[in-house]
């Protein structure tokens, strides 16, 4: 099996090895190895862009591979970073309330505990009760299930309406964004039980590990979403080199065929969108922590309209371009956004980047969609070697004398 | 010879105008049949109704031994009935190799899972092998077929027909744009197939047609004009008219 997914893709072994020997880099220059080379907040950020990798590869595998231009994936990564908040911020309100109430003269009873917590917790939306939905909060190992299994969920019901209809194109990506659309403004609501637009905060801090510095608590989330994307890397390779693989591509390239071979398109669709919104819900678990705080705004339509363009600038169609479109493309951005690009003068305007990225990146994605629909990936094509041939979708001439691809390769 | 497909009373209407008018055809198992007709005729059509992707407004198609309506089953589950279909454009994935393509096409398991799980058997290989044989691309096994000439796009096309093992198959103007030598090649896949399963074949070319030696059903205006052998429709005056006489 293994051997069968490393023959057809050499560039996974690349990718790991890659991905180890950053980690390994940025682990030995962290401050928690002691040289401080990478600060710990630039940690956070390399720790988030993995995350934010991992989702882009369940992008490229939904849209590059499917063929499905889902603008929605970004709802089913804050899902997942939601489930883990719960987690995390009830377990840290109730070890700072139980330390509290501990001065009182009379022991506190389970019920008193808990509506303290919800004083705590829910105190901002100006209730104290705990919603249903918190039901499990307490239990790690829940709410580690309810990560996959809420967003799993809403895909599946999403997909199933969705795609029983026969949903395609324009007017599918248009229906995934009003799910997110309708996902965030229902929580926005202070009444969501979610906290509202306050969102749930305070998620760095790993309860019962006070004594910890953030400096341990980061590399140890930067190691583990490093694994996670690691593995859904090679499960995403495993699953688009086999048969499964052919059958998804014809899809994406015409599936009124694929039907007429007997595959049912639907039930495909159905599930690579779920098994890619699990995988997204995973990413956004361990993005959040790190992140410190979510809200609804994460959840905004045009976060997963984000993720669409890193995947297209990054190269579709091939997972490691996925990595680095999300990569080159989130690390800019924070470059530009985060002040540090140097204002341009023009003498009667000056262009700040922080105003100005927005169009930057607009252009860009324009000029990579249309100039070179490869994205960054297709310069690795450049550098093995591998050039398609360019037929502008012609016959490559009568029988014999075809282009070969031994050929078209020089 | 039981019958293995019946299509009776069958009409359906685009924007009111009516493509196909109470349409009946019936075909046996290990039958070849060529159907012609003007452009326009609903050939296209008829294949569309049998195969799913057009609903009739009326009329009935019964299928197999069993008798089961194909009205109303989705497309994949009438190919995984038995019926295989090859488009009047070459469509096959030209993105994925010669060898993909046929692998995709061969009579497995169809759903995610045991798709997923899936690995080439010995059996599988050796078929695959065998067929890319007899449609002429065993050399081009690891060519992307979009690389592939026309000719040979309708070959493979045939040949991933011929690898779903349908037991009827609608070939749809399978001669379209080939050499007189490709052509002879095709006639000889289709009549070759035709000794095992029922084969349709849509076809203008009057030289084809007659080497394929078949009955000939002739449509017109979405409903049959004649039927029988070709040297008797061809001497139908009705026939003439409509069609050959142009
Ligand atoms: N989906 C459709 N919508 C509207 N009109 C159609 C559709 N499909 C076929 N037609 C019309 O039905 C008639 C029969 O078409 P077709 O079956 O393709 O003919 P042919 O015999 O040449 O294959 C044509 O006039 C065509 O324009
Ligand atoms: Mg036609």
């Known amino acids: 099996m293994s051997q069968g997914v490393l023959a057809k893709n050499p560039s996974v072994l690349t990718f790991l090895a890659v991905l180890g020997l950053f980690t390994l880099g940025v682990t030995l220059m962290s401050e928690w190895a002691g040289t401080e080379i990478v600060s710990t907040s630039l940690v956070k950020t390399l720790g988030k862009t993995l995350c934010l990798a991992l989702v882009a590869v369940a992008m490229d595998l939904v849209w590059g591979y499917t063929g499905i231009l889902s603008l929605g994936h970004f709802a089913f990564f804050g899902l997942g970073g939601y489930m883990i908040g719960m987690w995390l911020m009830y377990e840290r309100t109730h070890g700072i309330v139980v330390s509290s109430l501990a001065e009182a003269p009379i022991p506190p009873t389970e019920a008193e505990v808990v509506a303290a917590i919800g004083n705590q917790i829910f105190g901002v939306v100006g209730s104290s009760e705990f919603p249903p939905i918190w039901a499990f909060a307490d239990s790690l190992a829940l709410q580690l299930v309810l990560v996959v299994l809420v967003p799993g969920i809403l895909a599946f019901v999403f997909g199933w309406l969705a795609f029983r209809s026969r949903v395609t194109g324009v007017y599918l990506s248009i229906l995934t964004q009003a799910m997110t659309l309708a996902l965030a403004l229902y929580l926005f609501q202070n009444d969501s039980g979610l906290r509202g637009n306050n969102g749930l905060s305070g998620l760095q801090n790993l309860p019962g590990l006070d004594h910890v510095p953030q400096s341990s608590i980061s590399i140890w989330f930067f190691w583990a979403s490093a694994g996670a994307l690691a593995l859904g890397y090679v499960l995403s390779a495993w699953i688009v080199s086999g048969k499964f693989g052919s059958v998804i591509r014809g899809i994406r390239d015409n599936e009124a065929r694929v039907r007429f071979l007997g595959y049912p398109v639907e039930t495909y669709k159905l599930f690579v969108f779920t098994v890619t919104a699990m995988v997204a819900g995973i990413a956004g678990a361990l993005y959040y922590p790190q992140a410190g705080i979510i809200n609804p705004a994460e959840i905004a339509p045009i976060a997963s309209i984000y993720l669409a363009v890193w995947v297209a600038i990054g190269g579709r169609g091939r997972l490691y371009g996925a990595v680095i479109g999300a990569f080159f493309v989130s690390l800019v951005s924070s470059w530009f956004t985060g002040g540090q690009a140097p204002d341009v003068n023009l003498g009667l305007y000056t262009i700040k980047w922080v105003d100005w990225w927005l169009v930057l990146l607009g252009l860009s994605f324009v000029a990579v969609t249309l100039l070179a629909p490869k994205g960054i990936g297709g310069l690795v094509d450049l550098w093995t070697g591998r050039l398609a041939p360019d037929r502008h979708g012609a016959d490559l001439g009568p029988d014999a004398g075809s282009l070969r691809e031994a050929e078209a390769e020089q | ?246």
């Open chain 2, 1 to 246: 010879m039981s019958t293995l497909l019946e299509v009776s009373g069958v009409s359906v209407t685009f924007d009111g105008f009516k493509a196909i008018n109470n349409l009946s055809f019936a075909i046996a198992d290990a039958e070849m049949r060529a159907i012609i007709g003007p452009n326009g005729a609903g050939k296209t059509t008829f294949m569309d109704i049998v195969t799913g992707k057009t609903r009739p407004d009326e009329g009935r198609i019964l299928w197999g031994d069993a008798n089961i309506s194909l009205l109303g089953l989705s497309e994949a589950r009438i190919a995984r009935e038995g019926i295989g279909r090859k488009f009047q454009k070459p469509t096959v994935f030209e993105d994925q190799t010669v060898r993909e393509n046929l692998l995709m096409a061969l009579r497995n398991a169809r759903g995610p899972l045991q798709v997923l799980f899936y690995r080439p058997r010995r059996e599988d290989l050796d078929r695959v092998h065998e067929l890319s044989g007899e449609i002429g691309l065993l050399d081009a096994l690891d060519r992307k077929s979009g690389e592939l000439s026309h000719g040979q796009k309708q070959w493979l096309e045939i040949g991933m027909l011929l690898a779903q093992e349908p037991r009827l198959l609608l070939v749809d103007e399978p001669a379209a744009g080939m050499t007189p030598a490709e052509r002879e090649h095709t006639t000889a896949l289709l009549v070759e197939a035709a000794k095992s399963r029922a084969v349709v074949v849509i076809e203008h070319d009057m030289e084809f047609v007659r080497r394929l030696g078949c009955k000939v059903t002739v449509l017109h205006e979405g409903a049959v004009l004649a039927e029988g052998s070709l040297d008797h429709v061809t001497a139908n005056q009705e026939v003439i008219d409509v069609y050959l006489g142009r």
